[in-house]
């Protein structure tokens, strides 16, 4: 079992999925993966570096949306 958890749970990196996912859902936003990461990942550069690489590919897919659907887009003043 231990095995199983290292595979698909003990390298920070390959949850980015996971850490959107996180991000997107109301009750945590953006600040619960960055908490959760320092919990996980004692390397603090790499930490922030996945928080900065989340943010990033969130604001790259709000600007993709916008320009797909400028109209919706421009009504969300955030």
């Known amino acids: 079992m231990k095995r199983k958890f290292d595979k698909y749970w003990g390298k920070v990196d390959i ?3 996971l850490l959107i996912a996180i ?6 936003k953006m600040e619960y993966p960055l908490f959760s990461l320092f919990d996980l990942e004692s390397n603090t550069s790499k930490v ?3 928080h900065k690489g989340v943010k990033d590919f969130l604001i790259h897919m709000y600007d993709v949306y916008k320009v797909a659907d400028p109209l919706t887009a421009q009504s969300y003043k955030g």
């Open 15 to 17: 949850n980015k999925l």
């Open 48 to 50: 922030n570096e996945l």
């Open 23 to 28: 991000v997107l859902d109301s009750r945590y």
